[in-house]
């Protein structure tokens, strides 16, 4: 497994942008798939996005479809999240997670195994 640190949350106003960072431990980076994940305050945990190990494929939630961009750097050990025309209901603590896949193929949201911490992003109207 590899272990994940988020990072880039903050305050932000309503139609605003922000990127979030997800850097990765480890040497096999390119192996893993990633994904985004959020929960706000009272709700469950969410999917936001995900990526294959290489990019070639993702994958969003409906809700920041055209707004929020996922890439991964394997050369840096790190993910993004581009986020754009953020909106008050994009609040919540944003989750960075890894599946190791030996192809290149968005894993399902139960198949993510490593997680960071969570990273605050508040966006205010």
């Known amino acids: 497994q590899v272990q994940l640190v988020e990072s880039g949350g903050g305050l932000v106003q309503a139609g605003g942008s922000l990127r979030l960072s997800c850097a990765a431990s480890g040497r096999t980076w390119g192996s893993y798939a990633m994904g985004w994940f959020r929960q706000a305050p009272g709700k469950e945990r969410e999917f936001v996005a995900a990526?294959?190990?290489?990019?070639?494929?993702?994958s969003y939630a409906d809700s920041v479809k055209g707004r929020f961009t996922i890439s991964k750097d394997n050369a840096k050990n790190t993910g993004y999240l581009q986020m754009n025309s953020l909106k008050p209901e994009d609040t919540a603590i944003y989750y960075c997670?890894?599946?190791?896949?030996?192809?290149?193929?968005?894993?399902?949201?139960?198949?993510?195994?490593?997680w960071g911490q969570g990273t605050q992003l508040t966006v205010s109207s």
């Open positions: 997670a890894a599946q190791w896949r030996s192809s290149d193929v968005i894993p399902s949201v139960t198949d993510f195994s490593s």
């Open positions: 990526i294959s190990r290489s990019g070639g494929r993702k």
